[in-house]
C-alpha cells in the first residue's frame, strides 16, 4: 500500500501546529502526485494493444523493446546502408558467394553468375536481420517475399517456403516469423497454402475492406492495414490536408476492419501500420497490434497521459453488420471500384520493388569492389 507524504507529514502533529487548510490541500495533491505519476502513452498504449517495431534497425529495437517486428525492402536497404550494419552485409555476399549455385526454388543457377551472388545475398540479409531481432524480441518478426512476386503464387510459395527454411536451419522456429505478401488475389491464395502448411503470413499493403475479408477467409495469420498511406491518398484527392484523428480515413478504414473481423468471430489478427502521426495510433488504442516507426515510438514514449480504450472487442461482436459474400469476382469487381486502394496497392508494389532494385546495385557495387 502506496502511504503519501502528507500523511507522514502531519498525521502526528497536534491540531494547532499544523499548517492552512489550503496549504494542506496543495501539499496533499503534491504528494500524491509524487506517490502516483502518471505513465507515458507508450507504457499506456502496450497496456491495450501488443506494440510492434516498424524498423530493420536493431538499435531503434532494443531501446523501445517491442513484442515484435516487422521490416520490408525499404527498411532493410536504408539500414544496409548504416555503417554500423557493414558487417552484417559482408556477411550475407559472402554466404551467397559460397551457395550461389544454389537458387531459392531449388533449381541450379550458373555457378558464381552476379546475378545468382546479389539475389542470395539479399534473401540472405533479410534473414540475418531478422535472426539479430528475433534475439531481442520475444514475439516474431515479419520478413517480407520479393514484391515482384507478388501476382505469382507458385514463386510467392516457393521463396516463403525457401524463407523458412533457411530459419529453420539458424535453429528459429517457424512459429516466430511472419512472412510478408502483397495482398493480392495472388498473394492471397499463396498465403491460404502456406498456412496449410504451417508457415504463417503477413498481408501487407493492405488498404481496401475485400482484400482484409479475403485474408481473413483465406485463414491468414495476420494483415497490416496501411493507415497512413490511406490518408496520404484522401489528402492529395480531397485537397483536404487537415483531419481529426478520429475521422482520418485510415483510422476509420482500420476500425471498419476491426469491427468486421470481430463481428464474424475471423481469428486473423490486425496490425495497423504506416502512421503518419501519434493521433492516429491513440485512435486505434485496443487493436490486435500496431507496429510504430522508432520516431513515434520516441513520441509517445516522451509524452505523460491516460490512452482510453477506442477499440473493444465486445462492442465490435454486438455490432449489426453485413456479411460480404467474398470470391474472385467479387474481390476484383471490389478493388476495382475502389481507386484508393487500387492506386495505393499499385504504388506500394512498385515502391518495394524499387526499394528492391536500389539494395540489388548496392550489394552488386560490394561485389565489384571485392572482385
Avoid at 536497404?77 to 557493414?86: K, L, R, W
Wanted: aromatic content about 6%; hydrophobic content about 45%; some cysteine.
Amino acid at each position: 500500500m502506496k502511504v503519501s507524504v502528507y500523511a507522514l507529514a502531519f498525521n502526528g502533529m497536534p491540531p494547532a501546529r499544523r499548517p492552512h487548510p489550503v496549504t494542506t490541500a496543495l501539499y496533499r495533491a503534491a504528494s500524491l502526485a509524487y506517490a502516483a505519476p502518471m505513465t507515458n502513452l507508450l507504457d499506456g498504449l502496450k497496456a491495450l494493444t501488443v506494440v510492434v517495431a516498424d524498423t530493420g534497425d536493431i538499435g531503434s529495437i532494443r531501446q523501445f523493446l517491442p513484442r515484435d517486428a516487422t521490416t520490408n525492402p525499404s527498411l532493410i536497404t536504408a539500414a544496409a546502408q548504416m555503417p554500423e550494419y557493414d558487417a552484417l552485409v559482408q556477411g550475407a555476399l559472402t554466404w551467397a558467394r559460397a551457395r550461389a549455385g544454389d537458387s531459392p526454388d531449388g533449381s541450379r543457377a550458373t555457378d558464381g553468375a552476379r546475378a545468382d551472388i546479389t539475389r542470395l545475398a539479399i534473401d540472405r540479409l533479410a534473414i540475418e536481420f531478422g535472426l539479430r531481432i528475433l534475439e531481442i524480441v520475444p514475439g516474431r518478426v515479419s520478413t517480407e517475399v520479393d514484391a515482384r512476386l507478388s501476382f505469382d503464387v507458385a514463386g510467392t510459395i516457393a521463396k516463403a517456403r525457401w524463407l523458412i527454411g533457411e530459419y529453420e536451419a539458424a535453429g528459429t522456429s517457424r512459429e516466430r516469423v511472419l512472412i510478408k505478401i502483397a495482398a493480392t488475389w495472388e498473394g492471397i491464395r499463396a498465403a491460404e497454402l502456406l498456412e496449410q502448411e504451417g508457415i504463417h503470413c503477413n498481408l501487407t499493403l493492405l488498404f481496401g475492406m475485400h482484400q482484409a475479408v479475403a485474408c481473413a477467409e483465406a485463414g491468414v495469420t495476420l494483415i497490416s492495414p496501411f493507415v497512413g498511406r490511406i490518408l496520404d491518398w484522401n489528402i492529395k484527392a480531397s485537397g483536404r490536408s487537415d483531419w481529426p484523428a478520429a475521422e482520418d480515413p485510415g483510422v476509420v478504414s482500420v476500425t471498419a476492419i476491426y469491427h468486421y473481423f470481430k463481428r464474424f468471430g475471423f481469428k486473423t489478427e490486425i496490425m495497423g501500420a504506416s502512421f503518419r502521426n501519434s493521433g492516429e495510433i491513440l485512435e486505434l488504442a485496443g487493436c490486435d497490434l500496431l507496429t510504430i516507426s522508432p520516431k513515434l515510438l520516441s513520441e509517445l514514449a516522451g509524452r505523460e497521459g491516460e490512452v482510453p480504450r477506442k477499440l473493444d472487442p465486445a462492442a465490435a461482436a454486438a455490432l449489426d453488420i453485413p456479411r460480404i459474400a467474398m470470391d474472385e469476382a467479387t474481390f476484383r469487381a471490389m478493388h476495382e471500384v475502389d481507386r484508393m486502394a487500387n492506386d495505393k496497392l499499385a504504388e506500394g508494389i512498385d515502391g518495394f520493388t524499387r526499394a528492391l532494385v536500389a539494395l540489388e546495385k548496392l550489394v552488386e557495387a560490394r561485389i565489384d569492389a571485392t572482385a
